[in-house]
């Protein structure tokens, strides 16, 4: 199997048929993350006992742990007990116009599950010239 990367994963619409058959088990996982712990953003609870059912890049399902046979054909991983929780990703952001520090606009991010950005702070190197860059950067 060739290394997964954001760019080999096929776009939603030509893998629902696919990930429908995983999450209802007629048809195996490439990959079953075991041994996690799953944070629910919606019910704000972490469940216990839990695995990760992944196909064709995508999680197809989280199901009670031992859900998948072990003879099925897939790979699997164990997270040692570790916490798995969704993130939002930030595809462009200026934190300059914010009026916040980094720090500060990340703890705001995170509490609304923001877990990555993408910063765009050109507006800083016009006001700042290139000390303003550097000062980002730091």
């Known amino acids: 199997m060739s290394t997964l990367t954001r760019f080999s994963v096929a776009p939603l619409?030509?893998?629902t048929q696919r990930l429908a058959a995983v999450a209802m088990?007629?048809?195996a996982p490439d990959l079953v993350i075991t041994g996690a712990r799953v944070l629910s953003t919606y019910t704000e609870r972490i469940h216990d006992q839990r695995e990760i059912w992944i196909?064709?890049?995508r999680i197809a399902a989280v199901k009670p742990a031992g859900s998948c046979p072990k003879n099925s054909g897939a790979r699997f991983f164990d997270a040692g007990g570790g916490i798995l929780a969704p993130?939002?990703?930030?595809p462009h952001i200026h934190i300059e116009s914010s009026m916040m520090t980094a720090c500060a606009?990340?703890?705001?991010a995170l509490l609304?599950?923001?877990t990555s950005i993408f910063c765009d702070s050109h507006e800083i190197g016009n006001v700042c010239d290139a000390e303003g860059i550097e000062?980002?950067?730091?």
Do not use: F
């Open 55 to 57: 196909s064709a890049g």
């Open 135 to 138: 000062w980002m950067l730091e």
């Open 87 to 90: 993130g939002l990703v930030d």
């Open 25 to 27: 088990g007629r048809q």
């Open 13 to 15: 619409h030509t893998l």
């Open 112 to 114: 609304s599950g923001v």
């Open 105 to 108: 606009y990340a703890e705001a």
